[in-house]
């Protein structure tokens, strides 16, 4: 499974992947947040995330992203690739671990930024969360 975001890291992630298991059935995963798990995890900005709710083009995206991470995996060379666009419903961390469960992956590879120090503490890091709780090898891919 790659977790895809249509960021660099993402992208490279793809290009790790396919380069490394290039017979494996694929499943590339895009994960939106609903209106309602924002608004969890951002109380203060719920009257701006209220006046204009973001979750249909959130999703939207969410499909355009898996569906762009397939093509990109197939470009890549890995020839059984599917992909899904799934809602998060606490954490997108949490999501992607739940996701690479349900479909009994081998391995979850997602893309990391490579952020330390402050910025991380302040925006977290999915991959980490992703590699701590997973119980899957899970291989994190640095992009450029």
């Known amino acids: 499974m790659i977790a895809y975001d249509g960021s660099s890291d993402a ?3 793809v290009e790790f992947a396919a380069k490394h298991f290039k017979d494996a059935p694929t499943v590339v995963v895009s994960v939106w947040e609903p209106l309602l798990v924002q608004l969890r995890h951002y109380p203060a900005a719920a009257p701006a995330l209220l006046a204009d709710d973001p979750s249909p083009e959130a999703q939207a995206l969410a499909e355009k992203y898996a569906q762009e991470g ?11 690739v599917s992909h ?19 479909l009994g992956s081998d ?4 893309g990391s930024r490579g952020l330390k120090g402050i910025p991380s503490l302040l925006l977290g890091s999915v991959s980490n969360h992703v590699l701590h709780h997973s119980k899957r090898p899970t291989l994190i891919v640095k992009g450029d």
């Not at 397939?70 to 059984?80: H, I, M, P, V």
């Not at 998060?88 to 349900?102: P, R």
Request: hydrophobic share 55%.
């Open 84 to 102: 899904r666009a799934v809602a998060d419903t606490e954490s997108i961390w949490k999501t992607i671990v739940e996701v690479a469960d349900e």
């Open 107 to 110: 391995v979850i590879v997602i």
């Open 70 to 80: 397939a093509d990109l995996a197939r470009a890549a060379g890995l020839s059984e």
């Open 11 to 13: 992208k490279a992630a």
